[in-house]
Every structure is written in structure tokens, then in C-alpha cells.
């Protein structure tokens, strides 16, 4: 059986806490597939409240490293979902 977790994170200020959160991404980057962030932007404004998805592929307990890992950052919060299925 294959498994894939789609991970949700929002980061509530990502101008004091983007460094920590790259960091740990990069540290976990050959389990992550896809990733996006968004974050508002005008012209008068950029957003301090940014979201991240990410798709991962590979060992699941590294995922929950990656998890645990996360979860250690202050002001972040993370939601999931996970896949199963079977390759034909």
C-alpha cells in the first residue's frame, strides 16, 4: 500500500518566524514533493500570516519528524491528510 500526506501549515507571523520554518523544510526537503506558500500582498500591504501546503512522499516516519519538527516553531499551525492506496 502506498500512503501520501498532504500537510497544511499556517505560519500566524511569518516575518519573525520564516527562518525557523525554512529551516526546518530544507531539513526535511527529500520527503516533501510539492510545495506551496501563499500569502496576501497589495499594494499597501504584505501579510504577516502566510500558508504553506506540502505533499509528502517517501518514509512516514519521517514525515512525523518533519511534524514534530514543525510543531516545535512557535505560532504555527498544522492540519492533514493522508492518502492510501494501492499502485495497479
Known amino acids: ?10 505560519v500566524f507571523d511569518r516575518i519573525k ?5 525554512q529551516e526546518v523544510l530544507t531539513k526535511h526537503a ?14 499597501n500591504i504584505c501579510s504577516r ?3 504553506i501546503v506540502l505533499v509528502l512522499q517517501g518514509n512516514p516516519a519521517q514525515w512525523t ?3 514534530e519538527d514543525l510543531a516545535g ?3 504555527v ?3 492533514k ?6 499502485f495497479k
Do not use: C, N, P
Open 17 to 21: 518566524e520564516a527562518g525557523r520554518t
Open 65 to 67: 519528524a518533519l511534524e
Open 77 to 79: 499551525e498544522i492540519k
Open 49 to 51: 500570516v502566510g500558508t
Open 73 to 75: 516553531i512557535g505560532g
Open 30 to 43: 527529500d520527503v516533501i514533493r510539492t510545495r506551496l506558500g501563499f500569502h496576501e500582498l497589495s499594494d
Open 1 to 10: 500500500m502506498q500512503q501520501t500526506m498532504i500537510l497544511g501549515i499556517l
Open 81 to 86: 491528510m493522508t492518502f492510501d492506496y494501492l
